[in-house]
């Protein structure tokens, strides 16, 4: 009961990073692996600087830079699309061809046929970060928190800096009502995503819980 007067915002927090989650290369319009936006991507503010050609490693690195410092929410969304859209991309055609499969499973309610389909793709590549996060979120909607944790624990292994995976994270420490770890895991959030919309609501409504209102 005490995530209950929480549990509209942090919902909508969460859906917030999962909004561009299924983001594939510009040509193709993304889109929420859960259900599609209606709204299409915002444009990069033009005070952003050019993202350097190179590897993949290396335009992250970038991208998390400046997300850091963007300098309002319209900005930062924009950087956090370029990042899904990098993070969903597998080197591995196999991958990406049965991520494609896990997309048409969840748009037919199949949630058991997209884990099936999950479970394959990790096995094949352990070190693509989204299908473990996306199963991630799978078993969080089947309220097997425990699976979920797990996958979750992997994802922060392979990319420390995963904002979906640590939104996952602070929403199951708050289900279980572990109100100072999800704390933790929200300031850990902001600190790689400081303009993350409604994070900072819930860091000060926890903080508020956990450590007092200042006098």
């Known amino acids: 009961m005490r995530f209950r007067f929480l549990a509209p915002v942090i919902a909508a927090a969460f859906a917030a990073t999962?909004?561009?989650?299924?983001?594939?290369?510009?040509?193709?319009?993304?889109?929420s692996w859960l259900e599609r936006p209606a709204a299409t991507p915002q444009a990069p503010?033009?005070?952003?600087?050019?993202m350097a050609r190179g590897n993949r490693t290396q335009n992250l690195e970038f991208l998390f830079g400046a997300l850091k410092?963007?300098?309002?929410?319209?900005?930062?969304?924009?950087?956090e699309q370029r990042i899904w859209a990098l993070w969903a991309v597998s080197p591995s055609d196999t991958a990406n061809l049965l991520m494609t499969r896990v997309r048409t499973a969840i748009e037919a309610?199949?949630?058991?046929?997209?884990?099936?389909?999950?479970?394959?793709i990790v096995k094949i590549k352990p070190d693509y970060v989204e299908a473990w996060n996306r199963r991630a979120t799978l078993y969080f909607v089947k309220k097997d928190f425990g699976s979920s944790l797990a996958d979750i624990r992997e994802v922060l292994k392979r990319e420390p800096r995963h904002?979906?995976?640590?939104?996952?994270?602070?929403m199951i420490m708050s289900e279980?009502?572990?109100?100072k770890q999800a704390l933790e895991v929200y300031r850990r959030l902001l600190a790689v995503y400081p303009k993350m919309q409604r994070v900072p609501d819930l860091v000060k409504t926890l903080q508020e819980k956990v450590e007092g209102r200042d006098i």
């Open 18 to 31: 999962l909004a561009f989650s299924w983001a594939v290369p510009a040509s193709a319009e993304p889109g």
């Open 45 to 50: 503010s033009q005070t952003l600087p050019k």
């Open 69 to 79: 410092v963007a300098p309002d929410e319209t900005s930062a969304k924009a950087i």
């Open 109 to 120: 309610k199949d949630t058991d046929l997209a884990i099936k389909l999950l479970d394959g």
């Open 163 to 170: 904002f979906g995976a640590l939104m996952g994270l602070g």
């Open 176 to 179: 279980v009502g572990d109100d």
